[in-house]
């Protein structure tokens, strides 16, 4: 029996190329009358700016910081969702479910790997930007450490 396809996470980094992934993304759905989930990870500062940070900005203020980053990363994701949801209106009538989006705090390879878990999805659908080869080397990137960690499929699309 073939595999089906109910659940779709695609993990985007909501920049300007989102669109092609978004268009192949919601293809998929519409065939395998699947639910989408665009997430976006919000990368975690690392320790020595944390620390800068702690030293010289109240806890309360920091809350409210990470708070309106949040809300204007929501923000985002709603409309970039909105505006290509607009734009393929005609196409996009009888999609099984309305496509609804998670934002998520932490390191993006890990987030993806756990929004997928969490929303039992069948598939996760990335972009991908072109690195240099020792850029990859010593840092790898979330795709290629999502591609070698997952247990469901991982489809990434090429951004140029």
Do not use: W
């Amino acid at each position: 029996m073939l595999p089906k396809i109910n659940t779709i996470v695609y993990a985007c980094d909501l920049d300007n190329h989102t669109q092609s992934a978004m268009a192949l993304v919601m293809s998929l759905a519409k065939t395998n009358a699947a639910k989408v989930i665009l997430m976006h990870a919000m990368e975690p500062l690392n320790a020595q700016a944390s620390n800068m940070i702690n030293n010289y900005i109240t806890e309360e203020v920091r809350t409210a910081m990470r708070k309106d980053a949040v809300a204007e990363i929501n923000a985002r994701a709603q409309k970039t969702l909105s505006e290509f949801m607009e734009a393929y209106a005609s196409e996009l009538d009888d999609l099984s479910q309305a496509p609804e989006t998670v934002i998520v705090n932490g390191v993006p390879a890990e987030s993806i790997q756990k929004v997928a878990k969490e929303h039992n999805a069948d598939l996760i659908v990335m972009n991908s930007r072109t690195h240099s080869r020792l850029g990859q080397m010593i840092l790898g990137s979330t795709a290629n450490k999502v591609i070698h960690s997952s247990s469901i499929p991982v489809l990434v699309v090429p951004i140029k």
